[in-house]
């Protein structure tokens, strides 16, 4: 009887201790899985939240801003060397509402698109038209200017004074432009050109009868050169609207951008800076 009880009891004692093991097994396993997800949570917890493109900007107390430099008087060097110019003002004025500076990043035209694309900067202000084509690419602000078609003729022409009035008349015209397509379709006889300023060097000259232009260029030189003898007498009632642009995805910095454009408009200070460049409000 002693040997069966020390028997019964030795495996009784052997299996506790299998019981006991088999319990500190699982109680390890789910220990250390309960160890894992605390940590993975505390990781989570400590990762900064993603910033949005508004929260970026100011935090690095910058507006990186894509212009050329070289297209006057929207972008360009002033004869001490300063970056000027339309675009560039209502740039700086967006920025100071923001909080931030404006840090002016100077990029060929032909190059501008690759470098907001590769994140070189944050926005574009260069006259750049909104087009179909590029917003399916990039988000634009609100308009802040609008350039229409005008046509231009000598201030002592009486017979010119609409586009109907082309039919048969000489209009000096960049062959690829849609410009020159008007001044064809509305019957004139095209003389080549190679731009506004040679145009306008026909015109004076009396070597055309006319020119279907750009009217933001026009405004710029009649405010260069007042006694300019030439006027405007008509105008394609449709314009192009300018804009800044940005990636898609920037809707907070795209947002902020068109309150403060708004808020230009309401205090006068767009007008401030249309009229000095252009002597006319420029923004319809």
């Known amino acids: 009887m002693k040997k069966l009880s020390l028997t019964i ?3 009784l004692t052997m299996a506790v201790v299998a019981a006991c093991g088999n319990n500190n097994n699982n109680n390890a396993a789910t220990g250390g899985n309960t160890a894992a997800e605390p940590t993975a949570a505390a990781t989570d917890s400590a990762a900064p939240a993603e910033q949005n493109s508004l929260e970026a900007v100011k935090a690095s107390g910058k507006l990186r801003i894509g212009t050329e430099g ?3 008087p929207f972008t360009y060097h002033d004869a001490d060397g300063k970056l000027t110019g339309f675009d560039v003002e209502i740039a700086e ?3 100071k509402r923001l909080g ?3 840090e002016f990043i100077e990029t060929q035209w032909d190059g501008i698109f690759a470098g907001m694309d590769a994140k070189r900067f944050d926005t574009i202000f260069n006259e750049v038209s909104i087009t179909d084509e590029r917003k399916v690419k990039y988000d634009f602000s609100d308009p802040y200017i609008v ?3 005008v046509l231009i003729v000598s201030e002592d ?5 609409s586009f109907a009035d082309l039919k048969g008349k000489k209009a000096g015209q960049s062959l690829t432009s849609n410009l020159g397509q008007i001044a064809t379709d509305n019957g004139a006889e095209i003389v080549s ?3 506004f300023n040679q145009a306008i060097d026909l015109l004076t000259s009396g070597r055309i009868d006319a ?8 405004l710029d030189l009649k405010k260069q050169k007042p006694d300019i003898k030439i006027k405007q007498v008509d105008e394609i009632a449709e314009g192009s609207y300018s804009a800044a642009v940005f990636l898609k995805g920037n809707d907070e910095l795209v947002q902020a951008v068109n309150e403060a454009l708004t808020a230009m408009h309401d205090d006068g200070t767009y007008l401030k800076i249309s009229e000095k460049y252009f002597g006319a409000d420029v923004s319809k």
């Open 193 to 195: 050109t190679e731009g």
């Open 100 to 102: 931030v500076e404006a």
């Open 211 to 218: 020119t279907v232009n750009d009217g933001l260029s026009f």
């Open 157 to 161: 022409n009486e017979d010119i004074k």
């Open 93 to 95: 004025e967006v920025t």
């Open 70 to 72: 070289t297209y006057a």
């Open 9 to 11: 009891m030795l495996l």
């Open 147 to 149: 350039s229409k078609a």
